[in-house]
DNA sequence: CTGAAAGCGCTAACAC
DNA sequence: GTGTTAGCGCTTTCAG
């Protein structure tokens, strides 16, 4: 099929595209004799309007950006099809950018965002990237960010407080007099484990204690499994604290491995949900982050920005709830 | 900052726009003393070159459509990740759709990718979409479909032929007296699904054998787990086959629960290899599907038929690998 | 209610 | 080497 455009239509029809374009844009000063013979017209050449052109001329591209980590791909997907049907709702497509390893790269994308002239952009990333949030809103481009806050520059975002999660749990756990509490690195997730420490050392110090169990999972081994499978040969605690479920799954089964039961004498939770805590034995325990809504609201976010809607707040909290399960008491 | 165009630079460096043009578009036939003066002011401006109005004037926009289907994100993530990566590699963006439910919603999928005039689409799919992906070659959309094959309409493609490995796996047990092979459904996957069991049908055809054992799973029921739990209270197989992880794990959890133990009186695999097969106890044996393969391989296509290179085949098929783990003798 | 024409930002002949 | 100009397909005043 030939390329038809808006001029075809106008031939077809007998009339001037400035007619069609207002027939396909449904402007309601188009007599109904002319909208039928529009309308036929389309219908005969199968014309679909290009929306680039209509990007050129309008100034907006109805596509907004979305930037995510490259690994993790569970919750990441659940914030993505959060995301994307709220912007199937609004008309939006969605540009999907990874971010890989290296700071080049990420300056190659924020460009490429740049140039691709997209209405906003959502970013889900747990290194916040100061320098290029920075770089895009110089460019005018509405940004909402997803998991951390960036008061700052002004940048609107929606998130769980999980630094509070974190106190909360550690506070009750201290209350019952187990106060072997340790957290587990992710490299992958630093932001988020940051968070995580200061929650607990937070509610250590409230009972004058300190924190300092963080387990540091050497670079060179190839999976936290590998390492914890000897880290319990000696050691144990009342409580782990995962970010990833997979990384709690890790720990339980290094732990039951070196007969440690879980959760008799060790308990452990994550804080990300997926289906699979549900699914693995014992099941684990965890906070449920709301990722399919994280990435709903941070789009209906991205709308109302985008179409100026006078709203409450630019920094949306959404709450956690913590779901025990058999990987803790 | 105001929008600055090809314009603005061309003032600043007092050359004309065309001059612009050519050095963003690294051509060579300009002048060292020019280009350099053209660099600073575009350096001097934060200028970026505006893709929507390249996309027009080129009748291309580096950007490629995928269609991937909303659930299951797990081995979807891989593929898209895989995707990602090469088309980073030759600088194309891509526009993530996911199908929901509903005939209707598909339709309106394939219009919004024509409208954005991408220059090619990749869809993962379970669901071979026949028409719609007519509707795609008319408007002249190079195409390359994941997962299956649709030779009639000359579309490229890469794929695994798991009815192949079905075919192999159920003759080996046939050929140990393991004859009580069932199947279990897969809603999301029935494409993937009837290919198993076809495998499974011809192994069994040819040891003059009738394959039926395809267990159901009712529509009330909210989960595989749910319904198998129950199911295993009176009957047991030699093996079963999942497509997915999480149904091989819920049919493990199930079994055992049962006192049915895994692999001892009832081996279970999947197909589909994700992380967590081989996190979960007992390790659950499957095919390693290249996912991430898949979709890179995918892609690289796209670019062998975006920038019309030769190349041998249309269709490639990537091979499979049985991974035994814990779940299978 | 409909048409003519300018403009969105850029590329690509075609001149000079 | 560099500038001029005609599109790419559509929207949107501004006339009529």
Redesign the interface.
């Known amino acids: ?1 030939k390329r038809v455009t808006i001029y075809d239509v106008a031939n077809e029809a007998k009339v001037s595209l400035a007619t069609v374009s207002r027939v396909i844009n449904g402007l309601e000063i188009v007599r109904e004799d002319t909208r039928a013979r529009v309308e036929l017209a389309i219908e005969k050449l ?1 014309y ?6 209509q ?2 001329a309008l100034q907006k ?1 109805t ?1 907004i950006a ?1 930037v995510v980590p ?1 690994a993790s ?2 919750y ?3 914030i ?2 959060g995301l ?2 709220v912007a ?1 709702i609004y008309k939006y ?6 971010t ?1 390893e290296g700071i080049l790269e990420i300056n190659e994308i924020i ?2 965002i ?4 997209v209405d906003g952009v959502v970013i889900f990333n747990d290194k916040l990237l100061y320098n290029e949030l920075k770089e895009l809103t ?3 481009f509405p940004i909402v960010l997803i998991g951390n806050r960036m008061s700052e520059n002004n940048v609107a975002c929606v998130y769980v407080d999980i630094e509070r999660a974190a106190y909360e749990l550690a506070l009750q756990y201290i209350s019952r007099g187990q106060k072997d509490i340790a957290i587990i690195q992710d490299r992958k997730n630093s932001y988020a484990i940051n968070q995580l420490i200061r929650g607990v050392t937070r509610a250590f110090e409230e009972n004058q204690l300190k924190f300092e169990q963080y387990i540091e999972i050497p670079a060179m081994y190839r999976s936290s ?1 590998e390492f914890l499978s000897n880290y319990f040969k000696d050691k144990r605690h009342d409580l782990i604290i995962a970010y990833r479920d ?1 990384q709690a ?2 720990a339980i ?1 290094a732990a ?1 491995e070196n007969n440690i039961p879980v959760p008799k004498e060790m308990e452990i939770i994550c804080v990300i949900d997926t ?2 805590n549900a ?3 014992p099941r684990l325990s965890s906070f449920s982050i709301p990722s399919y809504d994280l990435g709903a609201v941070a789009m209906r976010m991205m709308t109302k920005l985008l179409h100026q809607e006078v709203f409450e707040e630019r920094e949306i909290e959404l709450s956690y709830l913590f779901t025990p399960r058999q990987s803790t008491k």
């Open positions: 099929m199968g679909k309007p290009n929306a680039i052109a990007g050129l591209t596509t979305l490259e791909f569970n990441t997907g659940q993505i099809n994307l049907d199937k497509n969605i540009m999907l950018h990874t890989t460009e490429n740049i140039k691709s002239r110089k460019y005018q499994y997979s799954l890790a089964n039951n289906k699979y699914m693995v034995r």
